[in-house]
């Protein structure tokens, strides 16, 4: 009776020690076409390589994994460009595989610009085709000498082609606006910028000698910057709070107009 025990004992030891003996590593992203190359060492123990399998999208691949190094072919699983991926790479507790080219399952900015739009809305509309993989648009307006971020949108992130739309918020007179995505390299993609002109009239700053609000004639984008350049107080609105402002002179850009002086009393 008791060496049937022990022996139980035993079974159930080896196997908690074999379940703890394995971990995993997990790379998440999106098919761009490329296949992952896998360095794969030798146990710690001496015996064997580290890798044990591995999984794409749950599924077990047929990848040789019993080298030193070797390909996750995705050609062989029907994935489509653009489509998620989580790769799941079982390996031996004293041993870590490392995969040498993490960035393939990272979202590449490949989009090319159809067409850009303003309507009679006051809608950004842009058309674009050859996505890969899922990233924002950043919609830039030009105003006060640089382009200043207006919103985001989702971008599809598959090669077909996709109609996107924007509602703006123009500044008086001539607006230019255009969209970007930055990919994992940080080097932006930038659309052809489209013009349009508003009708809408000039905002002022109807008294530039301030105390605890600062007046607009109209709500507006702005920025206050003191006589430093530190960028000190920003947003949109038509009165806009400065009792936290020290006094002396401020320079704001609002509207279409930039380095307006006020005097904060």
């Given amino acids: 009776m008791k ?20 971990t995993s590593i ?3 992203g999106h098919y761009q076409g490329k296949n992952l190359y896998v360095q794969n060492p030798f146990s710690g123990s001496g015996v064997g390589f580290c890798v044990i399998a591995v999984y794409v999208n749950g599924d077990v691949t047929t990848d040789q994994v019993n080298s030193s190094a070797f390909e996750i072919d995705f050609s062989n699983l029907s994935l489509k460009v653009g489509e998620p991926v989580t790769v799941k790479i079982q390996h031996k ?7 040498l080219n993490p960035e393939v399952l990272r979202p590449r900015s490949t989009f090319e610009t159809i067409s850009i739009n303003i309507n009679e809305d006051q809608v950004l509309q842009w058309k674009t085709s050859g996505e890969q993989g899922k990233l924002t648009y950043v919609i830039e307006q030009y105003r006060w000498s640089k382009w200043v971020k207006a919103g985001e949108v989702d971008g599809v992130g598959d090669p077909g082609t996709h109609s996107y739309d924007f509602k703006i918020s123009p500044h008086s007179g001539d607006n230019k606006y255009r969209v970007k995505q930055i990919d994992y390299t940080g080097k932006p993609r930038i659309s052809p910028s489209t013009d349009f002109t ?6 002022s700053i109807p008294n530039p000698r301030v105390k605890d609000n600062l007046e607009f004639t109209a709500e507006t984008l702005y920025e206050i910057y003191d006589t430093y350049g530190n960028l000190v107080k920003k947003g949109y609105g038509k009165n806009i709070g400065v009792t936290n402002l020290k006094k002396g002179l ?12 006020v005097n904060k009393k």
């Fill in 26 to 28: 997990i790379h998440e």
């Fill in 93 to 99: 507790l004293d041993c870590l595989p490392k995969v």
């Fill in 198 to 203: 508003s009708d809408i009239a000039a905002i």
């Fill in 250 to 261: 401020y320079y704001i850009n609002y509207d279409s107009k930039t380095g307006e002086v």
């Fill in 3 to 22: 060496s049937k025990l022990l022996l139980l004992l035993l079974s159930i030891s080896t196997l908690v020690l074999g379940q703890n003996n394995e």
